[in-house]
């Protein structure tokens, strides 16, 4: 009864049978010396993550004197090994083995990929290779599939091209099943080609082959031929499943291919498929993608099962097709039908709060968080609050946020870093960097934008400079466009010209028409107007100048320099090219106090 209810996933009831069984008053000693029954308790405590229960059965193995069975011991190193953080309990089980199979190392060799420590599941590989555990241990189609999957996980590319070569040399790229990894593996490493000459090689392909090759398509985007192969696999009538046209709902989405995805929706209710709540969340997520959100609110109404992730789909939904008010609305309906919200609900309610810019809102949701005890103190939600804040002009509540957070991260501070820099409080941005490098948390290149950018509002030239050169010498970050752009715009807005002209020079990225723009503008306010024309010259020779708005600087910088000739020229290729300049405009929300 208990292996048979630990076998049917029915952990805790097999559990359960093995305490009746010692509380009976005159039960039989002897059961206690059947190995089998401790294998079985292994595999229930595994399946429900029993850490504490399972190391209870292994201190009744070793009091029974049953830690010599090879059976008993390879569900022990199976259940360490899967078990988080107990990796090198499992290690010290498989030393201690007097006999191992090839079992026993596919446990261990899975339980340090599933640790992220692969070179160790790979070390342990050529130790078999080599005889360390007896000759008559060999890996088996089990063994590469598990160090191939690893490879994908880890981006160790070239130790799959070794492995794929014994399998070669030892035939076990015939098995099925690890010719479905191989072909996944050579298209995560972007050989899809290879992929598809392993595919069109087998002898005899299943589902799993199918969809592989399939997703191994659409992760190159090659979608022309990730849609024929399915094309091909209604021609072969093979019956696709859940992974199959999740995969394809999944590129619908990304591509934003609604014509393609509505015909995979009709594909779905033609052949009876049932959506479940994984299909009817992906359609959700691939019609607010596309900006059908009407059809995305159809598929959610027509769900037989609603739950919490079908609820946040249709909120980020909203919020993707700018529908703010309604995404606010519909947390209100998961409020009033009791059902637990999680941190994807509230990321989705809180950038609906960021985007609308409706302070008034997002404190009530930030309040929501509070007094929810799973939710209060999450990093994640912290961060995005935090964000929320500064964009709606709140920086005190922001740095409130900030300060009672139990964790900070990397994107903790960069928030705060960035909040102080957009609201122009350049020296507090400072701070706030000093107060992050004491912490030895890292920085990272976008914790540099705000920084750089924070030294460019507050017209800290000096500042400035020195943190580009900490940013490359201390931190090893390569400048990308947007750092040199606020090391750019510093120097324009001091008027140091010539310096600014030479950083272009020096870049060691290829500078865009925004950078050109920044230091043409700075000639006309800074009254450069030959340097300026001397730039428009080499802007105009590189055919760099497009914008209606590089026009309209050109044309002013004409103007001032006094050159009304070329000025005309200018207005009226903006006229024949049908070019006009695009007016600004500013929204400011805001709900005036009740004085009624």
Known sequence: MIRKHALDGNSLTAMSLFREMLA?????TT???????????????????????????????????????VYVLNSLVYFYSNSAGLVAYAREVFDR?????????????????????????????????????????????????ILISGCVECGWYRAGGVLHCYCCKTRLDLNKEVRNVLIDFYANSGCVDDSATMFGDMPEKDLVSWNTMMAGYFKNNDYRKG?????????????????????????????????????????????????????????????????????????????????????????????????????????????????????????????????????NDGISVHSFIESSNHLTGNTVLCNALMDMYVKCGSMTRARAVFDNMPRRDVISWTSIITGHAINGEGEEALVAFQQMSDERVMPNSITF????????????????????????????????????????????????????????????????????????????????????????????ELRALYRPDDHVILSNILAEAGKWDDVLRQRNLMIVQGASKVAGKSSVSYIASSVF
Request: net charge positive.
């Open 227 to 359: 849609f024929s192969l399915f094309k091909e696999m209604r021609k072969e009538y093979i019956v696709v499943d859940r992974v199959s046209l999740l995969s394809l709902i999944s590129v619908c989405a990304n591509g934003r291919f609604l014509l393609v995805g509505k015909m995979i929706h009709g594909y779905i209710k033609q052949n009876g498929i049932e959506t479940c709540v994984a299909l009817g969340t992906a359609l959700i997520n691939m019609y607010s993608k596309c900006g059908a959100i009407e059809f995305a609110r159809k598929v959610f109404d027509e769900l037989p099962k609603q739950n919490i992730a079908t609820w946040n789909s249709l909120i980020h939904g909203y919020v993707v097709c700018r529908l703010h008010k309604e995404a606010l609305i519909l947390f209100n309906l998961v409020q009033s039908r009791k059902l637990e919200v999680d941190e994807i609900t509230m990321l989705g309610v809180i950038l609906a709060c960021r985007n609308s810019g409706k302070l």
């Open 449 to 540: 934008i705000g920084l750089l950018s924070a030294c460019n509002h507050a017209g800290l030239l000096d500042d400035g400079r020195r943190l580009y050169g900490i940013m490359r010498k201390e931190y090893h970050i390569e400048p990308k466009i947007e750092h040199c752009g606020c090391v750019v715009d510093m120097h324009a807005r001091a008027g140091m010209l010539e310096e600014a002209q030479q950083f272009v020079k020096n870049m060691s990225v290829e500078p865009n028409a925004i950078i050109w723009r920044m230091l043409m503008n700075a000639c006309r306010v800074h009254n450069h107007y030959y340097l300026g024309l001397s730039i428009v010259h080499d802007l105009i």
């Open 97 to 145: 083995m007097p006999e191992r199979t090839v079992v026993t190392v596919n446990c261990m060799v899975s339980g340090y990929v599933n640790s992220g420590v692969f070179d160790a599941g790979l070390g342990l590989f050529v130790q078999v290779m080599r005889g360390f555990f007896g000759w008559s241990v060999k890996p088996n189609c089990v063994t590469l599939v």
């Open 24 to 28: 009976l008053p005159n039960y039989n």
């Open 31 to 69: 059961l206690l010396d059947d190995p089998f029954i401790y294998a079985s308790l292994m595999k229930a405590c595994n399946k429900v993550r029993a850490i504490r229960e399972g190391k209870s059965v292994h201190c009744r193995v070793t009091r029974r004197n049953l830690d010599c069975n």
